[in-house]
């Protein structure tokens, strides 16, 4: 139990001192209690050692030690004049106004004066109850510094957080993935989104040996699993149709200038959907001229669809259209894929796409392909339609690839962009993971009105995740920084502060979960719904 | 006028304990000193003002502060003597309340430590000292001063605790921390009931301190057990903010000092009152506030 009496300070920063030996750390929750059930919590931002010693003669003991005068020399009552001095900040004011009827606030009043000062209750984070929300995503339970309170778990609104944007910001192995896994198997419990999954590690799934999501006990009705290797005998194999590439997937994406757009587009009006062969097989001056194109741009059209596509053609065999990956084909193979895909998340489903055997293009280009579809698909639905539809969410590592500066600015933009900036008019987001935010424009961002922040060393990144952040986390710095595996903070405009987490390790998670399935035992514990 | 905070702790194995009984730790009253003339003499009378009246019986009674002014008193001056007679207050009520606390919270073999020394200096003093003395012999609490100076000199007019020291650094005394008895007093001055010591209570002291044992209690000790008493005084006279200087005491002036800003309340408050009395002009020129400091009171 942790304890400490306010001291001093103010509404931005409110000083405690700690009881000796309660081992406060930065990020603990702490309750103020009022006198009319109220009550706020504060959350520690730093710690400092105060001593009612004077510091030179504490420098000079301390030189003394050192330097072996120290004999016959101590403190006393050390607990009484040395101590440490927890700087906090009010994050929630809470009025208990009825049988489980609560009032929240920001706070603007100060606990009392010399108000002793508790570890925050499981009781205390009941205000959180659902509010009859049943569709909702499971991040992890709440955390006091680095105490977790595995019975208070953490949800958030599954429909408003998916359309809004989910930004998960970490340096490498902090978590994300393992935090994504937990929430993509909350949500294969839910219904109301769609989520595809494009997955360059090919670590959700799951195998023979390592647990995912393919773990689920609701995986048949629920998850589709597509990969473009053959051997890959779980997957549905991932092979799309050339027929069904259309020149604006391209947008943004694969470097073409807006002149080799622009002649693409050319094809496309000539040859339908034919468009891609007939580039690979070359046009004469010509039929180029006719179509206003320069020889030299059809000649690097021509490479990059087969260096990026690798369709070429077999100039033994009349010319005719080869494929030489699994990914890209023709013929009349993999003429559904796309719209297998986009009906599967239009009912709900979740798509992985192991993209671990892809190149960056081929990777970002089969999203794009699916996110076009499915975008202008909502795109024309009508408001009431749209109500009845899944939110579909997609799933992107290494965000900046797609949402970087430079890649929207050069490119013209491209798909993701545009749903990061007017998906949500149309329920389609973007869990977008990233170790670099600083290079996301700011706008895109700020309109991530969701971020699981987990821990970040490098402070240039720190700072763009806190410039941007719904709450003020100005104060959280280096809470952030010293942020464990797991730990992460929920900055949200939907929820009430901005919430300390500890997602579990999905090994433990899922383990945990089926042995309360097979027990056909409810999972315990209160759920708590942010939002 | 006088602000006066008297303040005590208790210590066992070095660890601070809460009184047994319902004796405040800290006692604090406003006294009233004023100089009158009766039949020719001149008197101060000291009265007192009770914030809580609960403290009053741990006080002194004020006919005992009601004093003659002699001969010897006026060659101090004005000031000087007014100041004189304003401590009788505080220093009395150490007494009444050392007496106290020697009653209600110490036990046979206990030691009692006053700031400052066992000599008397007003007239009507001895009575409570004898009192105080008479309570310690009784239950066995063995009572002593210690001072951060001394009025005593050598013949030659060397501060007597200095002498001392110097003497112990010319003859190397292998000892660290060391004790000097008894310290020879003037003659004339046997009223004093205290055996003087000088003592370095531990090694990095920057001065060893005059230390004084109730006279009748250090009589009937010997010499070991006077050794063992400073013994036990050193070992609380280790704490790193102030080393040879028992811990209690540097406790006590933490918590028992006047900071200035409170004395500005007390004036202000005073000031008000005059001022409502309408009596401010008349009074403001005579008023002079004094605040004592001293070395402690920078910590
Ligand atoms: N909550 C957790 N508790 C314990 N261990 C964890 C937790 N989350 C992740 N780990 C472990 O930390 C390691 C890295 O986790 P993870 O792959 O999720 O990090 P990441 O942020 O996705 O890293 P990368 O940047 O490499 O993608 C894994 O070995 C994982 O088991
Ligand atoms: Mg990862």
Redesign the pocket.
Known sequence: MKSGQIVGGGLQDIYIREKSGSQMELGDLLVADGDNSDYTIIQVKDLAYRSQIPQQTLDLSAGMELEGYGDNLEFMQPELRNYLIARAKALIYVKKTGEEEYLTKSPKRLPSFFNSIRSIEKSDLEFLNPNKLEKSVYL?NIRSGSDVKNDVKVHIDLIKSLTHHILIP????????????VMLWSILDTEGAGILVLDP?N?YYGDHVKVGLRNHPKKDEKLDYYSPSKDNEEALTLSINIKKIRPDHFKGIGGFSSVQSEAMRMFFNKFKENWICEIAKGKDFETLKGMGIQEKTANVLKRKIETQLKVSVDPSDGNKCVFNSNLFVGGESGLSTISDIVDSLEKEKTVIIDSSKLTDFEELFVGSIISSNIFSKYKNFNSEDLNDKPVISIVI?EAPRVLGKEVLESGGGNIYGTIAREGRKFKIGLIA?T?LSSVIPRPILANMNTKII?GNEMSLERSAIIDSASQDLSDDNRIIASLD???AIVSSVFTKFAVPI???????FTKEYLKNISSKKEIKGVTEVLG | MQLNRVYFNVFQNKKLISPKSNIPCRIEFLSYTSSNFDHGNLFFETKFSLENDFFRKYLPLEKDLKIKAFERDFVLGNQLMMERMASMARRFSEWTIAEHIIDSELEEGDIIIKDGSLQTSHPNENQYVKNVFKKAKEKGVIFTGLSKTSRHTTDTRIPIISAIDRLSEDFKIPYKEWCYFPVPINKKTTEHKALIMVVKLNRYADTPFRFEIFKDQADNMTKNEILDLVSIIADYSRDRSLPGYPYGLIDAHLWARVRNEEILGYQAMLFSEITKLGMWKEINSHINTISTHDKLDEM
């Open positions: 992890g970490a340096t490498t192995g902090r978590g994300k993935s393992n935090l994504v896994k590690h670590e590592e993971i170790q987990l595996k797991g730990e500890y997602t579990p390790e999905f090994n433990k």
